[in-house]
C-alpha cells in the first residue's frame, strides 16, 4: 500500500519534518521519488538516511561519570573502593573520572528504535540488513526499554540538533508501540495511533505557517496561544475565575488588524450523528466560538483600537468518508470556518490547501 490510515506515507514524513523544523531540501528529496509499500518501510528508510549521515558527522558523545578500578590514579580517588580492593590485595585504586562517551540517551533511542524494526516482519530485507550494518557502529550503546522513555524531558543541545528528526522519527515509532512476550517478540501492531497523529497534525500546521510565512511576510505572526475567559467586570477577580479552565488554541494566525485561530482535529469521522441526522461535532463548534468571542473581547478591551476582525476555523484532516465538512458560517458578528485537509494526495496539492487558506483570510501569498 501507499497510505496509511487514509494518508500517503510519505506525508506522513513531510509532517514530521515541518513539525520538528528539520526540513531541509537534501533531507527529503529522495523520498518523493522512493516507493513505500508499508509504512515500517518508510520509517526504516527514514532512520537508515538519516543514522547514515549522523555517522559520517559522527555519533553524538556526553561526558559520562565513570567508576572503575586503575592501577593508575585519574580523577577522583573513590575510597570506599579503593578500601574495597586493598581488603582484596589488589594493586589497584578505584577512580571516578568523566569520560566522553557515545552510550548516551539520544543514542540509546536510536538504537532501540533501529532493533524494533528489525525484529518486524513486515520490513523487508534490504532494510534490515542496513540497519544491522549501522548499528555495528552502535556497538558500545545500550539498548532501554523504549516505555521508559521520557520525551519532553529529552533536551537537544546545539551539538545534537542533527537528531531532531531522527529522533521525531523514533518518538512516532516508539509511542505507538504495542509490546507483547508472544513468541518472545515485539510487535508494532498500532504504529501510529490517533493521538499521536493528532498531536503530529495539530505541529505540523503551525510550524508550516511559521516557517513557510513568518520569514518572508513583514508582520505575519504564528503561535499557539494561551487565553483567559473575558468578563463583563472592569477588574478581573481571580477568586471568581480561578476555576475557569484556560484555553489554549491550536494556531493562532495574526496579520495587520486580522486574527485567524485555527483549531486542528484528528477524526476517524469527522461530522457526528444523531437520530440518523449529520452535523459538526458540537464539542468543536463550541470550543472555537469561545476562542474567537474571548480573543475578539481581549483586543477590544487591551487596544485603543477596536477594528479588528477575528475568524475561526475547524480544520479537519480529511477521512475517506463520502460526506465532508466544507462549509463558512457567520455567528454573532464573526465568520466561522468548517474545513477539511486532505493529507492523501501529493505534498504540493497539501501546500495549496494551506496557502489558499492564508491568502482567502489575509490576501498575501509567498512566491516559490
Not at 133 to 161: G, H
Not at 283 to 294: P, S
Not at 340 to 353: G, S, V
Request: net charge negative.
Amino acid at each position: 500500500m501507499t497510505k496509511y490510515k487514509g494518508i500517503f506515507i510519505k506525508n506522513i514524513y513531510y509532517m514530521l519534518a515541518y513539525a520538528f523544523d528539520a526540513l531541509k531540501a537534501s533531507d527529503h528529496k529522495d523520498i518523493q521519488v522512493e516507493r513505500f509499500d508499508n509504512i515500517h518501510n518508510m520509517f526504516a528508510s527514514l532512520l537508515c538516511r538519516g543514522i547514515s549521515t549522523q555517522l559520517k558527522q559522527g555519533l553524538y558523545k556526553e561526558y559520562r561519570e565513570e567508576l572503575e578500578d586503575l592501577s593508575t590514579v585519574r580523577g577522583k580517588i573513590n575510597m570506599p573502593g579503593t578500601i574495597r580492593s586493598r581488603m582484596q590485595r589488589k594493586c589497584t585504586v578505584a577512580c571516578e573520572f568523566d569520560e566522553l562517551s557515545e552510550n548516551n540517551l539520544l543514542n540509546q533511542i536510536v538504537k532501540t528504535t533501529a532493533f524494533l524494526l528489525i525484529r518486524h516482519p513486515n520490513l523487508n530485507g534490504e532494510y534490515k540488513a542496513e540497519l544491522k550494518k549501522e548499528m555495528l557502529y552502535f556497538a558500545e550503546v545500550d539498548l532501554i526499554d523504549p516505555k521508559t522513555i521520557r520525551w519532553k524531558d529529552i533536551q537537544i543541545q546545539r551539538n545534537s540538533r542533527n537528531y531532531r528528526l531522527l529522533l521525531a522519527i523514533c518518538w512516532l515509532i516508539t509511542e505507538g508501540l504495542l509490546l507483547t512476550t508472544e513468541k518472545g517478540q515485539y510487535h508494532l501492531a498500532a504504529l501510529v495511533d490517533s493521538q499521536k497523529m493528532e498531536d503530529l497534525y495539530e505541529r505540523f500546521l503551525r510550524q508550516y505557517y511559521i516557517q513557510e510565512y513568518e520569514p518572508y511576510i513583514p508582520g505575519f505572526y504564528v503561535r499557539d496561544e494561551w487565553m483567559d475567559w473575558q468578563t463583563d467586570e472592569d477588574k478581573t477577580d481571580d477568586d471568581k475565575t480561578g476555576l475557569l479552565p484556560r484555553m489554549h488554541t491550536d494556531v493562532t494566525i495574526t496579520y495587520g488588524k486580522k486574527v485567524l485561530i485555527m483549531d486542528a482535529k484528528y477524526y476517524t469521522e469527522n461530522l457526528q450523528e444523531h437520530k440518523g441526522v449529520r452535523s459538526v461535532h458540537s464539542d468543536d463548534l463550541y470550543q472555537i466560538f469561545a476562542y474567537v468571542k474571548n480573543k475578539e473581547a481581549a483586543l477590544v478591551k487591551n487596544r485603543e483600537d477596536k477594528d479588528y476582525e477575528v475568524s475561526g476555523m475547524l480544520l479537519y484532516a480529511r477521512t475517506e468518508e463520502e460526506l465532508q465538512p466544507d462549509q463558512v458560517y457567520h455567528l454573532l458578528g464573526n465568520k466561522f470556518s468548517v474545513r477539511t485537509l486532505d493529507l492523501n494526495t501529493d505534498f504540493k496539492n497539501i501546500r495549496k490547501q494551506l496557502d489558499d487558506i492564508v491568502y482567502e483570510h489575509f490576501g498575501v501569498s509567498v512566491r516559490r
